[in-house]
Each structure stands twice: as structure tokens, then as C-alpha cells.
């Protein structure tokens, strides 16, 4: 990186303070003055609107719909279902009364106690509750299921420690609810939806992602079974990155949501949920980025190219403006998003630097020399190497290199979590080798006091029941005993 910029801490220095760094002066986001919430900056939420469009036109594209629900949630509805009240109790927030009023000195002001509201209101954690509250108004007959329902809002869980995007008190995120008329129909769904995560997170995030089923204890509060994309950090820990529920018929038995089936019986509606936030930022910046600043895919970069011009004088300027404008014109025809910074108000190597602090995929710079050869200079982000290449052509070349840095992100990405995912049998070489980071792939015996013994003397947790893992018989390294599956265990974020 270029002088002009500060030096970020090194990863193999301080993992955590690299990120937090990053995330600061790449311009994604900052500590609010409000306890455990974030401002996202510019940069920041133009990489998660990309994020929104792409993963909406995903959603859509299976027949989901969306809607919008009350940010404010009658308290006795959160407690109609016990395994979810029992799950959220500890991290809601929750507002008493409706008024301020003028303090007795006048120099401030104080809650008035007369405005106390009657029922209590949950700022949502999230929204179950107040959405099968509501469905029982619109699910009547087998003929209005399936149900496909999805917001984009923000949530409220009060979390004691927070770091920007990864754990925050506030958070944008959506939420996607289903309705069906079977369980094997509601399944399936929940199944499908993380399939839709597991390809948005490759294909566009170029994040590798392990998916699987989580345990009993791990499950979201009030569902049958949780699934999970599990991605792995560059500092071995794993990351949960997206979950989609099956929860049976607790909520539609809990809000009466009831429908006549084909047999004109009452049935109880069976039910998903399934969502991802704000968190994904954090995968992205984890997974790619270096001690240079964001390395970013360029499905999501908000600029994907950018040109810097070097001049000396208007003269030169005005050449390179010329020889630039219909570069730019291309790049646009082919759906690139593209910067000509020609500003006059940094120089060019602090627009370098910071350009690749930012992540931008592709940097062309274009000088009087470069215009009399017929070159540009090329540098590409994921691997920083630069080339000089023909003028002519550039636009289509850079979108070809743009589909390389896609590709070759991921498969780095890969690689790395490949190399470290092993198998393991003995526990007290689980307990040292597990510091390091990585996933491991141990027999499980299926019991909570196991799982427990686990995270209380590593700090790891059973991340999931892995799909597409042979499930060969064997023994639980901690407790000796017949081993129900094979699981993923990892320290996580």
C-alpha cells in the first residue's frame, strides 16, 4: 500500500484489530453514539444494497413476496410460544411508556409515569410472533397455501458485546416466513431456502460454505430443525452466515392459524423461517481481505473498475479525458460499474491506495506515455500484480478479468478452508489442535452433556451435522460411546 495511507495491523498480528481497522477505514461502517449499534456508512450499505437486490431477485424467483410487518410486538404474543420466548427473553428490549414530560428543574427530561402503556411492546428480535399473528387473518382454506411471505428490516437484540457487523445491537437483515399445507411441503422449503444461501454465498460472496443441520441445542427457539451455512474465517473460526427453520406447526397451534384442508378438516398450518443480515458483511471482509484493506468480489463491489488518469498539465488531461470516454461508454454496455476518478484534488498515489484499501476489483491507469504506446496499466486487486496491456480492447478485457477475480477469489477462498478441515478421533488432540482454528470433523453421540463438556473446555461448539459427509459408524472422542453422526466443530464468531 501507498504511503499516503496509514498502515492497517497486520492479520498474523491481530486478527480482531485488523478487522475492526478495516472496517473503519475502508468506510463501511463506525460505532454509533447509540450502545451496541452502527452507522453503516456510504460504501458500506451500497455493497449490502447489492446484496438486498441480488438475494431479492433469488427469493422472488421461487414465488416469495414481500411485506412489511410492525417493528413493535405485543408482549404476550412473544410468550404464546415457550421455546421462543424462552430463546429471545434475555435479549429484547422493551418499551413502558409513550411520553417524556419536562423535569421538575426544567433542565431535562423524564419519563412520565402517567403514560405508562397498558401491554408492554418487544421491539422485534424477530418477527414469528406478530406474522402468524397476522396469518391467522389470511390463511383460511388449503387453497390460500402455500404462503410466501419476506421482509427486509432491521431487529433488536440487546447483545452485551458487539463488534461492527458481526454482533450488533441493531442489525438490518430479512426475514422470510412461509405458510404450507404439509410438513413434508414446509421441509422442503426450509431446505430449498438454504440452498438459495448456499448459492448466493458461493456464486456472489465467493464464500465457501459447509451446509448442514444444526443440534438440538443449537436450534432456533420454537423450530423442529435448524439449517445452516456454516463459512470459515481466515483465522480458522467459522461463521454462521445464514439459517432457514422448519417449525412445524408450533406457531400456527399458537396463533390458531387453521386452514380446511381438501378433506374440508381443520388443520394447523405448518411453518419456516429463515433469514440473513448485516453479518454477511463480515463474511465478505473475513474471508477475502488482506493487509492491504478490502478485497472485494466483483459481484458486489460497488465499483468494479476504476481509472485514475497521470497528467501534468490540462493539456494531457484533456487527451486522456478523450481517450477515456468511450472506455467508459463500454464498460457500461457491458453492465460494469465504472469510476473515471479525474479530480483534481488528491494525487494519484493516494487514489491508488485508496482504491485498493476499498476493494475495488480492477484499477486502470492511463498516462500521455501510455496514450503515444497505445497501453494502459492493469492491476488487479485479489492478487496485486500489474500488466501493461493494448489500449484497444480494454473494456471487454476488464470485464473477462473481472469473471478471473471472481473465480479466483473463491477458489483461494476454498482452498484455504479445504487444507483446513480435518478429521479427528482423540480428544486431547481436538483440545490443542482446535486453538489454532479449522474445522473438525468428530463422531458425536447425540447428547447434550457431551456437546456441553465440549464448548465449556474449548470454547468450540457443534456447528452442524454436515450434509454431504459420509456418516460412517465410529466413537465419541469425549464420552467413549457409539456415535449417533459425525458433526463439524469449530470455534466460531
Not at 463438556?453 to 459420509?470: D, H, L
Amino acid at each position: 500500500m501507498a504511503k499516503e495511507l496509514d498502515f492497517l495491523t497486520k492479520r498474523s498480528e491481530d486478527y480482531s484489530k485488523w478487522y475492526n481497522e478495516l472496517v473503519v477505514k475502508a468506510d463501511l461502517a463506525e460505532q454509533a453514539d447509540v450502545r451496541g449499534c452502527m452507522v453503516i456508512k456510504p460504501y458500506g450499505y451500497a455493497i449490502w444494497e447489492k446484496m438486498q437486490r441480488i438475494l431479492d431477485d433469488k427469493f422472488k424467483a421461487t414465488g416469495v413476496q414481500n411485506a412489511y410487518f410492525p417493528l413493535l410486538i405485543p408482549k404476550s404474543f412473544l410468550s404464546r410460544e415457550a421455546e421462543h420466548v424462552e430463546g429471545f427473553a434475555k435479549e429484547c428490549a422493551v418499551v413502558t411508556h409513550y411520553r417524556l414530560k419536562t423535569n421538575e428543574t426544567g433542565d431535562g427530561v423524564v419519563v412520565d409515569p402517567s403514560a405508562r402503556l397498558e401491554e408492554e411492546l418487544i421491539i422485534r428480535p424477530t418477527s414469528e410472533t406478530i406474522i402468524w399473528n397476522t396469518f391467522k387473518n389470511w390463511i383460511h382454506s388449503y387453497r390460500d397455501l402455500p404462503l410466501l411471505v419476506n421482509q427486509w428490516c432491521n431487529v433488536m437484540r440487546w447483545e452485551m458485546r458487539t463488534r461492527l457487523f458481526l454482533r450488533t445491537s441493531e442489525f438490518l437483515w430479512q426475514e422470510g416466513h412461509t405458510a404450507h399445507a404439509s410438513r413434508e411441503e414446509a421441509e422442503e422449503r426450509a431446505k430449498l431456502m438454504l440452498r438459495v444461501y448456499a448459492d448466493f454465498a458461493e456464486q456472489v460472496m465467493a464464500v465457501p460454505v459447509v451446509q448442514g443441520v444444526k443440534s438440538e441445542t443449537e436450534r432456533f427457539a420454537g423450530a423442529l430443525d435448524t439449517y445452516t451455512i456454516e463459512a470459515m474465517m481466515q483465522d480458522g473460526k467459522a461463521l454462521q452466515s445464514g439459517t432457514s427453520h422448519f417449525l412445524g406447526q408450533n406457531f400456527g397451534k399458537a396463533f390458531e392459524v387453521q386452514f380446511l384442508n381438501k378433506e374440508n378438516q381443520p388443520e394447523y398450518a405448518w411453518a419456516t423461517s429463515w433469514g440473513v443480515s448485516t453479518r454477511l458483511m463480515g463474511a465478505l471482509i473475513m474471508t477475502h481481505s488482506d493487509d492491504n484493506g478490502l478485497v472485494l468480489p466483483p459481484a458486489l463491489a460497488p465499483t468494479q473498475v476504476v481509472i485514475v488518469p497521470i497528467y501534468k498539465n490540462q493539456e494531457q488531461l484533456d487527451k486522456v479525458d478523450a481517450a477515456v470516454a468511450p472506455i467508459v461508454e463500454r464498460l457500461k454496455e457491458l453492465g460494469v460499474s465504472v469510476k473515471y476518478d479525474n479530480a483534481d484534488n488528491k494525487r494519484p498515489g493516494f487514489k491508488f491506495a485508496d482504491y485498493e484499501l476499498k476493494g475495488v476489483p480492477v484499477r486502470l491507469v492511463l498516462g500521455a506515455r501510455d496514450l503515444e504506446n497505445g497501453t494502459v496499466e492493469v492491476m488487479r486487486r485479489d492478487t496485486l500484480q500489474k500488466e501493461t496491456l493494448p489500449l484497444e480492447g480494454i473494456a471487454d478485457r476488464a470485464k473477462v478479468l473481472l469473471d478471473e477475480i471472481q473465480q479466483n477469489i473463491f477458489q483461494k477462498a476454498k482452498a484455504f478452508r479445504d487444507a483446513h478441515i480435518y478429521e479427528c478421533e482423540d480428544y486431547e488432540e481436538f483440545k490443542t489442535r482446535v486453538k489454532d482454528g479449522g474445522f473438525f470433523l468428530c463422531h458425536w453421540d447425540g447428547t447434550a452433556e457431551t456437546e456441553a463438556r465440549i464448548k465449556e473446555e474449548t470454547q468450540a461448539t457443534i456447528r452442524c451435522v454436515p450434509f454431504g459427509v459420509e456418516q460412517t459408524p465410529g466413537t465419541d472422542m469425549v464420552s467413549g460411546k457409539p456415535a449417533v453422526a459425525r458433526v463439524l466443530i469449530a470455534r466460531s464468531y
